[in-house]
Each structure stands twice: as C-alpha cells, then as structure tokens.
C-alpha cells in the first residue's frame, strides 16, 4: 500500500473539484481501487503504489491546466484519464496571440485550441478560408470573432452574416411575422455569437445602422460585397451554384470565412451540398485558406466530443455495409451474365 498527500496550495478548490465534487468523482470512478480524500488544500491517495502515483500525476495535470489556463472542463479531465495529453491540444495562457478581440466587458475572447488558432493565422494572411469541422468546435464563434477584430481595427467598414434557411430536419411551415422574424430562428447562433462580442446598446446600434447585416443566402444574389468581412455559416447546406454565386459576390477589399460541417448536411436527399465540390477546387488558390477542425477542438459539454465519435462510427458502419451489399448485388449481376452467355454457347 502507498499514501501520497498532495497540496493543491494556490488553487480554487471548487475549480479543481468542480461543483458538487463533479470532477473529483469524475477521477474516482475512473480509479476506483484508490482511496482518494480531500481537505482544504490537502489531497490524500491511498492505494497501490503504481495507481496512486498514476492519480497524483493525473491531479499533478489537472492543477497545472487551472494555472496556465484559468480552467478546468469535464472533457479535459476525461482527456486526460483517456490518456491524451491536454497541453498538446490547448493554447498556453501566456501566448498573447491567441487572443483574437475583447468583448463585452473587456473580456478576452480567445482561441482555445491549436485549430482555432490556426484559423484566426489563416484568417489573417487569405482573403478567404474555409473553416471544416464537427459541431461544437468553435467554427462559426471563432469566425465571428475574427470579423469583429476587423471591424474594431476598421479593415473593413461592415461585418455581413449568412447562412442557408435550410430546415434541419423539421418542416417548420409558416411562420408567422414580418421576414425579419421568419428568417431569424435559422440565423440565431449568429446573434448568440455577436452577444458575447458588443453591448446591447452598441449591437443594436450596428444593427440598425447595417455596420452588422444578418441575412439568408438567398439575399446576397446580386450584390457586390465590398470593404467588408462576410461570415458564411453552415456552408454544406449550400449548393455548388450558391456557393458560386456567393464566392462571386466578393468585392476588392472584402474578406471572407465559409465554415460548414460536412458531416451534417440538412439538404433533400435529390440535393448535393457544394462544400467538397468548392474545397476541391479552390484549396490550391493562392489567397484561399482551408482550415480543419476535429473533435479535439470541441468546446462544449464534455460528451459532443463522444456523441460525434460514435455517429461517425455509426456512419462507417453504414458506409462499409453499403458498400458490401453493392459488391455482391455486382457479383450475382456477373455471376448470372456469365451463366447466360454459358447457356447461349
């Protein structure tokens, strides 16, 4: 048997624990053959001594995350009794680059992950990027982010936000109201994101004023966008020609950012989305930037990252067994030409 008593001097007890000891009991599920008691600022492990010294290193990672990074998710945690290492993923503290603008409040909001940073670098050197990943890994949040800087550093005079109205899943039918009010259930996660970056008051201003437009895809034919930072959200529910029509519309001194998931498409079946089409032949122009997220950089609740590991294992599944049922529904085709031909003879 082993004890080890480990100090957690320094650190916020609640931060480390979490509430109602959420995280602590997160660390004794995974080792439930050590004996782990806490006291104040005091940590007591007991058990065998190659488990608990496993344990001490994992609380060791647990301290030093809440001291470079003022924070301690579920999700980091899991990280790490999976084994990954959570430094290798997240952004240090100090690296003031990562921060991309400050918000409300004065607050920084930053890249907190290597792909969130590498998109803000891209964002920086093209004029457009397309930023492809799972959900909840800060596309669509990052990108607004960015806009805001430019419009904050006056690169550009206006930040324009669309979106496909696509229905996703649901037949929504009429909704009632002026069209303002019918388009914006679908363009809500961009208000969401512009609420954390602007005061009421000097969001609603922009509004008002058009420094901040908010519209359908459908509503940028026809224009030219010009000295302004156009966010394209939800790409892989647009179409080849949308997103031709759409990348056409840029103007000299316009910037741009496409974000799309590509593993979630809401299109009718008859209807493929554009998003792979443009990548494929667009990654390789000098000014076009291609960004990949994974579920590394998942930022919500601790579990997206598992539920977007097991769907798109049930997706390979379905893939790999299609596949299958098309191999031998060829082979009885050969098989049976073959007999006929065999019988004409």
């Not at 480390?16 to 007591?44: C, H, M, Q, W």
């Amino acid at each position: 048997m082993s004890e080890i008593n480990l100090s957690i001097d320094g650190v916020d007890p609640v931060a480390l624990y979490g509430e109602k000891n959420s995280k602590l009991n997160l660390v004794k599920k995974a080792f439930p053959e050590i004996r782990i008691t806490s006291r104040g600022d005091k940590l007591k492990l007991i058990g065998e001594k190659k488990i608990t010294q496993k344990v001490k290193e994992t609380f060791e990672k647990m301290i030093r995350m809440l001291r470079e990074h003022d924070e301690l998710s579920l999700q980091t945690i899991q990280d790490m009794l999976n084994g990954n290492n959570p430094f290798a993923v997240k952004i240090s503290k100090g690296d003031a680059s990562s921060t991309i603008v400050n918000g409300r409040s004065g607050k920084p909001i930053k890249a907190k992950t290597v792909n969130q940073k590498r998109l803000f670098e891209s964002a920086e050197n093209n004029d457009i990027v397309f930023a492809i990943g799972p959900a909840g890994t800060g596309k669509t949040y990052t990108a607004v982010a960015i806009a805001v800087r430019a419009l904050k550093n006056k690169l550009v005079k206006k930040i324009i936000l669309t979106r496909p109205a696509v229905e996703a899943g649901e037949n929504l039918g009429f909704l009632p109201g002026d069209l303002k009010d019918k388009v914006d259930p679908y363009l809500r996660p961009l208000y969401d994101a512009l609420d954390d970056m602007f005061p009421p008051d000097k969001l609603e201003h922009f509004m008002a004023n058009r420094i901040i437009e908010i519209a359908p895809l459908a509503f940028m034919r026809g224009r030219t966008l010009d000295n302004a930072f156009i966010i394209l959200d939800e790409a892989q529910n647009a179409s080849s020609m949308q997103l031709k029509m759409f990348l056409t519309r840029l103007g000299p001194s316009a910037k741009c950012i496409i974000t799309g998931d590509i593993s979630q498409i809401d299109l009718p079946h008859n209807q493929r989305s554009g998003l792979k089409h443009s990548i494929n032949i667009l990654e390789d122009t000098e000014g076009i930037g291609v960004v990949y997220l994974t579920t590394d950089d998942v930022v919500r609740h601790r579990l997206v990252k598992e539920i977007i590991i097991a769907y798109s294992k049930a997706d390979e599944k379905r893939k790999a067994k299609k596949e299958a049922e098309k191999a031998e529904k060829e082979a009885r085709y050969k098989a049976r030409m073959e007999s006929n031909s065999t019988e004409e003879e």
